[in-house]
């Protein structure tokens, strides 16, 4: 489970950096944070202290955070269209995740970690688009939702 999470949330923010990249923000590739290596993404609370703490004491929820990746808005080409793509991009990969953790649910090979992984992988990555989604400051639903609303 833990290493769905890990890996699903470094996935969240390269995907913030990537669409940031392609709306003309390079900051995130400048500071080396478009990578799946975790290294970069590790936040010592949020990425181990809190879900090591969870797991040792089998609080039933695992959760966690990694490191925000930088973005300067004023890069984008377009502000408006740059801040709606960069805040949907990290729930909308979670939901891609989501979808090919059900298709190898779906393919049943057999082995009952697979399954788990799989399992546990639609879980987390729907729960991840679904929270991040809520409209309150950090998360990308408060970006979207203050881009949307007039002035």
Same mark, same amino acid.
């Given at each position: 489970?833990?290493?769905? %999470?890990? #890996?699903?949330?470094?996935? +969240?923010?390269?995907? +913030?950096?990537?669409?940031?990249?392609?709306?003309?923000?390079?900051?995130?590739?400048?500071?080396?944070?478009?990578?799946? *290596?975790?290294? @970069?993404?590790?936040? $010592?609370?949020?990425?181990?202290?809190? @879900?090591?703490?969870l797991l040792?004491?089998?609080?039933?929820?695992?959760?966690?955070?990694?490191?925000?990746? $930088?973005?300067?808005?004023?890069?984008?080409?377009n502000y408006?269209?740059?801040?709606?793509?960069?805040?949907?991009?990290? @729930?909308?990969?979670?939901?891609?995740?989501?979808?090919?953790?059900? #298709?190898?649910?779906?393919?049943d090979l057999?082995?009952?970690?697979?399954?788990?992984?799989?399992?546990?992988?639609?879980?987390?990555?729907?729960?991840?688009?679904?929270? *991040?989604?809520?409209?309150?400051?950090?998360?990308?639903?408060? +970006?979207?939702?203050?881009?949307? %609303?007039?002035?």
């Amino acid at each position: 489970m833990a290493i769905v %999470l890990l #890996f699903s949330i470094i996935v +969240h923010e390269v995907a +913030h950096g990537y669409v940031a990249l392609l709306n003309g923000d390079p900051t995130a590739r400048i500071m080396g944070r478009i990578t799946l *290596n975790p290294g @970069p993404h590790i936040d $010592p609370v949020g990425s181990i202290l809190i @879900p090591g703490i969870l797991l040792l004491t089998h609080a039933g929820l695992l959760f966690g955070w990694a490191k925000p990746v $930088p973005v300067n808005p004023l890069n984008f080409r377009n502000y408006r269209w740059g801040e709606i793509t960069v805040s949907a991009a990290g @729930p909308l990969s979670n939901l891609a995740l989501a979808v090919a953790f059900a #298709f190898l649910l779906r393919l049943d090979l057999g082995n009952v970690g697979v399954v788990k992984m799989a399992y546990f992988g639609v879980i987390i990555n729907i729960f991840l688009a679904l929270f *991040n989604l809520i409209p309150i400051p950090p998360l990308d639903g408060s +970006h979207i939702l203050a881009i949307l %609303l007039p002035p």
